[in-house]
């Protein structure tokens, strides 16, 4: 392919891409730093999970995302009685009295599932956690005696972080495998909370999903041009130096000179950002430099998605991470500062 081809086809996905996050905005209002999120993390390859109280519009924003993205789209809702088989097959007795077994929601669509919604995933066994991980990790199971692959599978979860009973917290191997941990808050905009509380327009959602055009986004051929934007957006040497010193203050972060009130900074990290994690946000951040129109990262592309790439890879000691919520956006932040952007 020629540079003036490559560029030309780059610049026209582009286009889809800002055409597809101005569909999801439609239906769902202040939200927009989300849904820029979950487009980087399309174009990116990389899982999302949702986080945030009830009713704030987790799973409206996800259903939005699913019909825009287009291919086959299924949902499974978290319980503590869900087993993992139940996400590849279920058993019945037939019209004919006869036991029969079909296909479940990972396997009913074969390699056309390019949204598998995960609604609270935290209410789910740790079995089911474990088969989730492989999904996400391989795109693949193994049912029937063979391999089932999806190659255009990406996997969107959410957590309700206000209930605590009766549910399981996700291992750090499974959250580590999800690119990006979103938080999703109330608008703050009292224009929109007005909109929202009183429009009709956002009181059905089935309607109000019905209203956005399906498929804007050719699915099938996402996972070939995602290589290519990483292969045209380029990292200077002094931008990935940066980077590095980024994630070492993750991990080392009193080396840094990185200090919180009544935080003895010597205790705090149990364990920073993984390798994993790391190549995650510059994949990211190549991702948001392109839809900025830039062939070239800049340290405010790795702002832009630092905290939502590397807050989850983070582990506190067991004294700290009681004070998790508060904690990690002063040490990120705290980490932004200390550590000298190029």
Request: charged share 25%.
């Amino acid at each position: 392919m020629s540079a003036d081809l490559k560029q030309t086809q780059l610049a026209d996905w582009r286009q889809r891409a800002l055409g597809f996050e101005r569909e999801v905005g439609k239906a769902v209002i202040g939200l927009d730093q989300p849904i820029r999120h979950i487009l980087i993390a399309v174009f990116a390859r990389g899982h999302v999970m949702l986080e945030g109280d009830v009713g704030v519009g987790k799973t409206t924003l996800l259903r939005a995302v699913a019909r825009c993205l287009g291919g086959a789209y299924e949902r499974v809702e978290g319980t503590i009685d869900l087993m993992p088989n139940d996400l590849v097959y279920h058993t019945y007795i037939n019209e004919f009295g006869k036991p029969q077994v079909d296909p479940g929601p990972v396997l009913k669509h074969g390699e056309d599932l390019s949204v598998f919604f995960f609604n609270e995933v935290n209410r789910a066994r740790p079995q089911v956690h474990s088969l989730l991980l492989r999904i996400m990790a391989e795109h693949a199971v193994s049912a029937f005696n063979r391999e089932h692959f999806f190659p255009y599978l990406q996997v969107f979860a959410d957590r309700n972080r206000v209930e605590k009973e009766e549910t399981f917290e996700i291992p750090s191997a499974a959250r580590d495998r999800f690119m990006m941990e979103l938080h999703i808050e109330t608008p703050a905009d009292p224009a929109l909370r007005r909109a929202l509380m009183f429009d009709p327009k956002f009181h059905d959602v089935d309607r109000l999903l019905d209203t956005l055009t399906p498929g804007l986004l050719p699915y099938r051929e996402i996972p070939q041009i995602a290589p290519v934007i990483q292969q045209s957006v380029a990292a200077s040497e002094t931008l990935q130096q940066y980077a590095l010193d980024l994630w070492e203050a993750t991990r080392r972060p009193a080396g840094y000179g990185v200090k919180l009130d009544g935080i003895d900074m010597d205790r705090l990290i149990l364990a920073g950002a993984s390798a994993r994690g790391v190549s995650m946000m510059m994949r990211a951040a190549r991702v948001a430099a392109w839809l900025d129109g830039r062939e070239f990262v800049v340290p405010e592309d790795i702002h832009g998605v630092f905290r939502e790439t590397i807050a989850h890879r983070v582990f506190f000691n067991p004294v700290y991470e009681l004070r998790r919520t508060a904690l990690i956006d002063e040490l990120l932040d705290a980490i932004r500062q200390r550590v000298a952007a190029p």
